[in-house]
C-alpha cells in the first residue's frame, strides 16, 4: 500500500504538470499523512537539512566552471585542437565532435552546457561540409552526454550525497566507462558516415597543431590537475570544483583574456539561476528520502524483487530497464533523488558494488537525457541546432542504441568497469 501511495502521489503530481520539487513535496506529504504523522515542521527541518551539505558545494562550482568555459574561450580551443588532429579525415568533423566531446566532459561535468557549446560550434559547420543535419545533432547530442560519466561530474555529486557511496571513487570509476562511450560513438559514426557524400577539411601541417595543443594548453591542463588531486588527495570533489571554477576564471579573464570583467556578473547570474533549481529539487528530494526510510520501502522492494535477488545480472538487468523507463520521463537530477535511496539498499542486499551500481546507474541517466520526450540534451541541441524534435530522434538513434547496448555490456561484464575502477582508486 505504500509503494502504491508513493507512486501513485508522485506520478499523479506530474502528471498534472506540478514541477518535479513541489511534485516530491506533494509526496512527502502523501506518505506523511499515510503514517499517520503530519507535521509541517519535519518538512521544513528536512527541506532546510536537504540542502545543507558540504558534497553538494560542488554543484554550484562545477555549474560555473562550465559557464565560464563556455563564455571565456575554453571550450573552442578545445574544439580546435580536435579540428586540426581529426578534421581532415572522412567524416572528420563528427570525430571531432566526439573527441571534444570528450575532452569537455572532462572539464565541465555538464551535459547541456558541453551540448550546447559544440551544437553552437560545430552543426554550421559539419552542415556546410555536407552532412545531415540531424544526423550531426544527433552525435553531438550522444557525444554531450558522457559529461556526467567522466570526472569531473554533477552527477555523481548528487548520487554520492543521495546514496552515501564515495564521490572520489565514482569519480575515478567513471573514466573509463566514458572513454568507451565515446569508442562506441566512433565507431557507429565511422558506419554512418560513409554514406555520407561530404567534404573533408585541408590536413593541418605539424606546426599548427603544435600551436593549436599550446593555445589550448590552459584549457587542457584542468582534467589533469582534477584527477591528479583527486588521485593524490591533494582536494576532495567539492575542493575540485572550487578549483576548476578559480582556475577557469583566471584563464578566460587574464590569459585567454574572452571573459570581460563586465560580461562575469551576467556568466555569475547565470550559474546561480541553475544551481537554485538544482538545489531546490535536491532539498526537496532529501525530504522524500528521509520520509522513504521512514516508511521502509526499501525492504518493500527487496520483497518484489526477491525473485531476482540470488541473481545479480539479473537484478541489474532489471533495475536497468526501469531506470531507462523512468529516465524518458524525467530528468537525470530527480531520477538520482528520488530512486537512489531506494534502489540502494536493494543492490547491497544482493551483494553488488554500490561504485560499480552507480557508474551503471549514472550512464543510464545520462542516456535518459537524449531519450524523448523530456530528454533535455535532446531538446537543447534541437534548439541551438535549428532542427526539429522528430529529425533529432531520428538522426539519434544509432548513438542512442549503441549507448544501450554498452550500458548493458556492462551489465554482463562488470570487470569491464570494476578493473580500472580498481586500479584508478588504488
Same mark, same amino acid.
Given at each position: ?5 508513493? *507512486?501513485? +502521489?508522485?506520478? &499523479?503530481?506530474? %502528471?498534472?504538470? /506540478? =514541477? ?8 512527502? #506529504? !502523501? ?107 544527433? *552525435?553531438? +547530442?550522444?557525444? &554531450?552526454?558522457? %559529461?556526467?560519466? /567522466? =570526472? ?8 554520492? #550525497? !543521495? ?264
Amino acid at each position: 500500500m505504500t509503494v502504491a501511495i508513493f *507512486l501513485g +502521489a508522485l506520478i &499523479g503530481s506530474m %502528471a498534472l504538470g /506540478i =514541477p518535479i520539487a513541489f511534485a516530491l513535496l506533494i509526496t512527502a #506529504v !502523501a506518505l506523511m499523512i499515510h503514517l499517520d504523522f503530519f507535521d509541517a515542521q519535519i518538512i521544513a527541518q528536512n527541506l532546510i537539512n536537504g540542502a545543507d551539505s558540504f558534497p553538494l558545494l560542488a554543484v554550484p562550482f562545477f555549474l560555473l566552471a562550465g559557464e565560464v568555459m563556455n563564455a571565456g574561450g575554453l571550450s573552442k580551443r578545445i574544439v580546435n585542437v580536435a579540428l586540426t588532429f581529426v578534421g581532415h579525415v572522412k567524416g572528420g568533423l563528427g570525430y571531432v565532435a566526439i573527441f571534444a566531446s570528450v575532452l569537455l566532459a572532462s572539464l565541465s561535468g555538464s551535459a547541456v552546457a558541453d551540448s550546447a557549446a559544440l551544437a553552437a560550434l560545430l552543426v554550421p559547420m559539419m552542415v556546410r561540409a555536407g552532412h545531415d543535419r540531424a544526423r550531426s545533432c544527433g *552525435l553531438i +547530442a550522444s557525444g &554531450g552526454i558522457i %559529461a556526467p560519466v /567522466i =570526472p569531473p561530474s554533477i552527477g555523481f555529486v548528487v548520487f554520492g #550525497v !543521495a546514496s552515501g557511496v564515495s564521490i572520489s571513487k565514482l569519480f575515478l570509476a567513471g573514466i573509463a566507462p566514458g572513454a568507451m562511450m565515446g569508442l562506441v560513438l566512433v565507431i557507429v559514426w565511422t558506419l554512418v558516415s560513409r554514406k555520407e557524400n561530404t567534404e573533408t577539411l585541408p590536413r593541418s601541417s605539424s606546426k599548427e597543431r603544435l600551436h593549436a595543443i599550446l593555445d589550448g594548453s590552459w584549457a587542457l591542463m584542468l582534467p589533469v590537475i582534477i584527477i591528479v588531486g583527486l588521485k593524490m588527495g591533494v582536494f576532495t570533489p567539492t575542493e575540485a570544483a572550487v578549483v576548476a571554477a578559480v582556475y577557469s576564471l583566471f584563464v578566460a579573464v587574464f590569459v585567454y583574456k574572452e571573459l570581460k570583467l563586465k560580461d562575469i556578473l551576467p556568466v555569475f547570474i547565470q550559474a546561480a539561476t541553475t544551481t537554485a533549481v538544482v538545489m531546490f529539487l535536491v532539498a526537496a528530494a532529501m525530504v522524500t528520502a528521509w520520509l522513504i526510510t521512514i516508511a521502509d520501502l526499501p525492504s518493500q522492494l527487496i520483497d518484489l524483487l526477491q525473485p531476482f535477488m540470488d541473481n545479480p545480472t539479473l537484478l541489474l538487468v532489471v533495475i536497468m530497464l526501469i531506470i531507462v523507463a523512468v529516465g524518458c520521463m524525467m530528468d537525470m537530477t530527480p531520477t538520482i533523488l528520488i530512486l537512489a535511496p531506494v534502489l540502494m539498499p536493494v543492490v547491497k542486499q544482493a551483494g553488488i558494488d554500490p561504485v560499480y551500481f552507480g557508474v551503471l546507474f549514472i550512464i543510464n541517466c545520462s542516456i535518459g537525457l537524449i531519450t524523448p520526450p523530456v530528454g533535455t540534451v535532446l531538446n537543447v541541441v534541437s534548439g541551438v541546432g535549428k532542427v526539429s524534435i522528430v529529425d533529432l530522434i531520428r538522426g539519434i538513434w544509432p548513438f542512442l542504441l549503441a549507448q544501450l547496448t554498452l550500458l548493458f555490456l556492462f551489465v554482463a561484464f562488470p570487470d569491464l568497469i570494476l578493473v580500472p575502477a580498481r586500479w584508478l582508486n588504488g
